[in-house]
């Protein structure tokens, strides 16, 4: 018992917040020692979260009450654009690991072109990790905050990332098609999210300039040094959760389905996380894990290479990633707390 | 009333039999005569279909007990494989429009490559046309045999046409992402449709392989006489019905928003149940209509086109296209009995 | 076309207002003449609801701007406590249809105790009609206000009124288990209607207090002039429409499932919305008509009564039933526009 | 390890099957050693069911090829009239949990007329236990077969046994009216279980005769010793998993709502998986767990009890029960491998 280290999250009323408490409930290595939520302080945990009802009824205190002597990590479960507040006030005191988009890209200037707004907190982005651990690990164990990734860039990079470092194809030619689940607009009540709007319904947004495009082409470009350059669209499905991402791309030379196999195979050799798939996974059999499945073929009648993967985006693509991270950070097993089975159906 | 011409309808244990039998009900100028069906002779319309019931209760017959005398137009609400035996039987005797994928192709050799069996009746194949109005309506009145066009072909090729006739954009890199309900599987209860293994749920599915793949290819090459590479991938969605294509196309030259918006106008000017948006379509809106809502816009930062369109499959992909076209055999408005509201919500 | 009657519809935001205009559409002696809204006036009726786009693009006018000369008849799209304020602005210029709840009860005190609000324009209560045709249609053509029923209540009263008003079952002791669709908490995006909240999710509301109850209460005194106790329970399913309603009676004396069977023949002969079922309905089959589905029997071994009905919510529990009563007011036949086939799937 | 106890899995193509190898996944204090199917034996586990890739690879083996030998126990995740061959085969070699109807009820002869067929081995209904813990814990550590309760049974038993066996109801007018999800209907494809025939649907089925009814009655009885009749309706929900059932009872005598709420508060004082909600529980917050959720009111205007339960009918009504049963036989604490956090959203 004594060993568990201590983890304090910062912002807890929405989804990714709820699921990091599922996540941390069960992990063997860490306990949760405060809850802080400025709007919903003094309430339990479990008054936000119905579900959680004898499960965890931890008091929400307002963040200025939080005593980070007796934490280990903080996760900062919050939008973009409040975390670097939040950063600005714990930067420095403990290992941040952090959920929103706000040190995820390469600067500031990158950020406003994308996100629209100043960033008023710059300091991190020098020491940042961005903590998709399949792809970029070696800087986790020692940075001071944890960019954690978006949940389309976690499912996109990992379909895209063996052939584009291996350069076997065009890294300026990326097609991403992507389906998620409503969770991905957060926990506020608006027409994007109402039932009726969603139910039996089916649509793109954020057509041409979704904000994950950016995050997606820089992943890329960190694995080769070269400019990408990806065409995004999300789609709302009539989910929960999960992502399906369905990618498109052209071979720089001759490839064969064998190889296209055999790349994936070495890639991700060893990776807990990684299922590599004899054909197109489904959403529905990675729920509530931190599970990413791939299936990546080549078709000789048009010479394009498709590859699809599917991912919980509230595990993999939020607070699972979080969790995985914390583990690499803290030196437990990667896999500590995140064995879980799929709940299908 | 006595104005009304004669309907049969062969086959209408399915989706698309039902869905038929609900647009010709409130059809001003025709009706519905006879429906046959091998499997549930003796039985009402309305025991099948139980929606039906004090509506539709019509006796099913068999199609040997049909008198065709009487009859001005047989539908074939019937699958590929089964629609080319009563073509055998009824074929010359009254016009016919069939559901099916049996006289879709340009001949009984491409049939056969996709669809993987032999072509017992290929006699229609010379005088049969292809049922897109929109697109292919000169053939429609004489033809004694329309090929009612299949789901994804309609949604694809509509959203395709314009750019491709005109040569916008390069033919042999097309790329077609579609997501469809679940009513595209047919009303045969399978694993495939069992709803615990839909919903909540999201795959791609006949990566490589769709027989709608060479369905489109042939559309676009109908209206450039030029070679057509469509990579065609379809998703099942958990919903009953709805098509949403998302395209992603290459311009051979440089094209403005403007100019990709202005050329759909033009392409689809007059055409009723064409619904060019102003932003990206939802399956939802076109629900139990003949509507094909359509979006085309240009990226300037990656040059591509991306073409999204909303169809129902069971309407415009299916009955309601297939009463379009009687419409225009028999002279009729275009829009009688298709004038539809979405059912929304 | 000179012979259709004009409508105004007062409040066309929601899902009802919508609904009407879907059915108005279709209606062969009436048209829309003027759609109102306080908040949206200035945008066109395709802009709030976007699936009516090139179908009802009639521009939104604020009730002050209303010429109610060129009007036949008003419907009042309206939730409770807002109707009021119009009647007082309307009431006596025009025959009004209203949605609301503030006119279906005995009194604006029996208001007051189950709505928790005063009633500000108690003058309609006099002569105010009750819109459930079925029931109580004699005085729906000379009324100068027809207060359309509630959607539960609509479908528990059509359900109870056979075995009520032959006294055949103990009216205090009723109990009514509904099932609603999510549409019934109206277009506001809430955290009661969310899609995460909704979907896979089942759950009673408003135990022991839920307004329709009174209502309930009050159509079986009407039928039999004694006092009725119901106990009301209703559930939010994740579907967009449809009410579904189990209702337990207890025999006053020996019955038979025939007598039972007969009796519902009886009542219902000629009634063209009401379809007696010979096995348990479905909600699916009645989707966007006015039919309510009825199927009652009695169980031997325990003694009870159980029937069961199926409506839409927004159709026989809102603007269909209202359309219903226009047609009845206005000598139309009764089916006139309400000719509808279920969309199902 | 070596402390870990050896399960057989007789029967695992179902859902009850993979939800019991999912829970058992996690048990620290056991393991699966074996599963059996005969129509898929000589594939992997995660062949039948595809979400368990790399988790659960176990091969499926003939049950003629079972040794039992190095079994401690085996569950028979089998419909009725399968287990009783099994139980013949298997029966006081090793504890059997058996998942089926088969050893429920009181008597062949009672199983015979609710279930329709003869029983063909009976012998062990003489010490079979009924292993509903919360209700009947006594027997479970001796007995050689312990018959998990059906799911309807569950829930409607852990809401009415506090008022029963305190006869403050009348055990003989019980109103149970239950909702349940479509894995309750088994994994073979059926009109009943597709996708488009639940979709946006509700129904009630099985009125008046479905086998759960003397389940419960069986199960009232035996808390009073006195006969208890239950007016049963099972209705089908568009959700995978849960069942909400809302219970309808008559005093008594007089009682106050505050009562109500303490006697079930000392009723199940202590009980791990009893959750005592203060608003109507929702079915979607036991998701994947073993608890069940009751809220019970007491209505002052009508007299009538209601209670409200909501369970996950693969996890307590099934599978978590049944490990819930192991746990107890074998001394471990209860909720060994059942701390589960519901999947919500």
Redesign the interface.
Known sequence: MSAKINVGVIGATG?TG?EL??LL??HPLAQITAITSESRAGEKFSQV????????DLPLIKSDDLNTNNIDVLFFALPHGVSMKFAEKFYGTKPIIDFSGDYRLDSSKTYTDWYGKEHTFTTPFKDAAYGLPELFASKLKDSPLIANPGCFPTGASLALAPLIQHNKVDAQNI?V?A?TG??GAG?K???V?????????????G??KHRHTVEMELNMERLTGQKA???F?P?L??????I?T?A?LKPTGSITEKEVIELYREFYNNQPFV?L?NS?????????TNYVDIYA?H?V??G?I?V?S?IDNLVKGAAGQAVHNMNIKFDFKETKGL?I?????
Do not use: W
């Open positions: 989804y709820s408490v599922r409930h069960h979260h119905s579900a959680f009802e004898g499960i965890c097609i098609d389906k409503v969770t926990i009540a608006s027409a999210n109402m039932f009726s709007n969603v139910n039996d319904n089916f649509k793109a947004y057509i041409k350059i990806v065409q669209t789609h499905l009539p989910v929960d959760r999960g399906l369905t498109y299922r798939r197109a996974p489904e959403i529905k059999q990675v729920r509530g073929t078709d009648r048009t394009n498709i699809v599917a064995n089975v799929p709940l299908q159906p």
